[in-house]
């Protein structure tokens, strides 16, 4: 009896949990195709069916009437975070690369208190953070800057890509690093070279949690920034009003959470693991 329930309790709870996650994107898509009369006549669902669909919420956030144009803001946020996630890869990388190979010990400090400092600067409350960043980037000319964002959203992913990449490193075997050195390889070669060409999935993890943080992040863009600068989180929230517009707000959403959706699904295949076959000899 337990091994034919067992099947029926899996789909179900796999069901019940894609509905949830699914929900507010199937709510989101339905309302951004219709207008204030179908968006307040109550819950519909069926386009042409329940309810007339029209193209008003997505002209809207293209400079529409009552909307704003998001491509200068989706050229923003996509600068911020490409430059903040590769700066970030790059850096976190040699770093947690020198944390996996080699030994620190400076007084009672050790490897794993310097990567354990490293996380704990995702930790800190956002609010705590941005006193300091605003003093620094105002002493350097930076605020309301593009570059003042890529600065700071630097110093939020730069943690994330240490952790992941300390934790991938440590699985790839030492004999790699062995092999490279009996080749003739240098510690920089031998990271180049041998290293980075099988730490494909834990780079393709690292760089998707640095773009989805950095594409998200709105706090920090919303206190460093005034008139020079907006990126496309901000964008949507000025779209609110003391009447929210569902319609154009939901056709906003979708269109900033897209990117990460395609971003998902094309790097899904680099994911896979196995590539460390045949990599020592």
């Known amino acids: 009896m337990r091994p034919r329930l067992y099947p029926v309790f899996k789909y179900t709870v796999i069901a019940v949990w894609a509905c949830f996650v699914a929900g507010p994107f199937f709510w989101a898509m339905t309302t951004s195709f219709k207008d204030a009369n179908a968006v307040q006549g109550g819950a519909t669902y069926l386009p042409w069916i329940q309810y007339q669909p029209t193209a008003t919420g997505w002209r809207n956030i293209f400079g529409g009437a009552g909307g704003i144009d998001v491509i200068q ?21 040699l770093a947690a690369y020198a944390l996996s190979r080699y030994r620190f010990k400076i007084g009672f400090i050790k490897n794993s208190d310097i990567v354990f400092f490293f996380v704990s600067q995702r930790i800190m409350p956002p609010v705590v953070l941005v006193i300091p960043f605003f003093y620094l980037l105002q002493w350097a000319g930076l605020l309301d800057s593009i570059a003042g964002l890529v600065i700071v959203t630097v110093a939020l992913l730069l943690p994330i890509a240490v952790w992941v990449m300390v934790d991938f490193f440590n699985g790839i075997p030492r004999e790699i690093d062995e092999m490279a050195m009996l080749d003739g390889c240098g510690p920089l070669q031998t990271f180049v070279r041998a290293i980075l060409p099988n730490s494909l999935p834990g780079l393709t993890v690292a ?61 899904e295949r680099y994911l896979s693991k196995g590539n460390l076959s045949g990599a020592v000899r």
């Not at 050229?75 to 970030?88: D, F, K, P, R, W």
């Not at 709105?218 to 901000?234: D, G, I, K, M, S």
Request: hydrophobic share 65%; proline share 6%; aromatic share 16%.
């Open 207 to 267: 760089a998707m949690f640095c773009a989805v943080f950095g594409w998200n992040d709105f706090f920090f863009a919303f206190r460093l920034t005034f008139t020079e600068v907006q990126t496309l989180p901000q964008a949507v929230v000025a779209l609110n009003s003391s009447i929210p517009p569902w319609w154009t707000l939901s056709a906003a959403a979708l269109f900033g959470v897209a990117p990460l959706v395609l971003l998902a699904i094309w790097v």
């Open 73 to 93: 803001p989706f050229i923003n946020s996509a600068i911020v975070t490409i430059a903040a996630s590769a700066i970030s890869l790059v850096l976190g990388s």
